[in-house]
């Protein structure tokens, strides 16, 4: 399963949500998962912020060798999975791939559609998607130019909603 996470600058949220997602699917043990990330106005070429890079690094994951990338139609529509941190983000995406609707939530849609409403795939999520409130509850706010408490609290929450996204994977790719 290829899975694509999107923020603003592809510095902070999308690629912690990347290398966060990689080694917590190695370790549920989910074949063949890969995770990237890109940013709607990626700051092209650069390395995770180094607040980011300092969360990621204490939740566990690996900030070396990342360079931030624009988000292109050919990159949204190679992803199984499209996850952007808001709502606009994720009409940026549908904007640019609008073949990808059935593949493309916020991170904190695919979390509830998992963990409350038993998604266990792509298609499950696509189906629950009218489930959802009609405001996302779950925005993952950009932490730019914010203090660290931010960066960390951002963090967390990223490496609270992948959990259940993962499971969904799981089961995705055992059938």
């Known amino acids: 399963m290829r899975v694509l996470f999107v923020c603003t600058g592809n510095i902070c949220r999308s690629p912690t949500a990347e290398r966060l997602s990689v080694g917590m699917a190695a370790q549920m043990g989910i074949p063949d998962f890969t995770a990237a990330s ?17 969360v990621l690094t204490r939740l566990g994951g690996d900030p070396t060798g990342f360079a931030a990338r624009q988000l292109t139609p050919p990159i949204a529509l190679d992803a199984d999975l499209v996850l952007t941190m808001t709502s606009v983000q994720r009409t940026a995406v549908l904007e640019l791939a609008p073949r990808q609707f059935r593949k493309t939530f916020t991170l904190g849609e695919a979390a509830l559609l998992a963990s409350t409403y038993g998604a266990r795939s792509i298609a499950d999520l696509a189906a629950l ?4 409130p009609e405001h996302d509850p779950v925005q993952v706010a950009d932490p730019i130019g ?30």
């Open 129 to 132: 998607r009218l489930r959802l």
């Open 146 to 175: 914010l203090d660290i408490e931010t960066f960390e609290a951002v963090g967390h929450q990223i490496a609270k909603l992948l959990p259940p996204v993962l499971t969904l994977c799981r089961h995705a790719s055992m059938t």
């Open 38 to 54: 890109a940013g709607i106005h990626a700051v092209i070429g650069y390395p995770i912020h180094q607040l980011a890079a300092d």
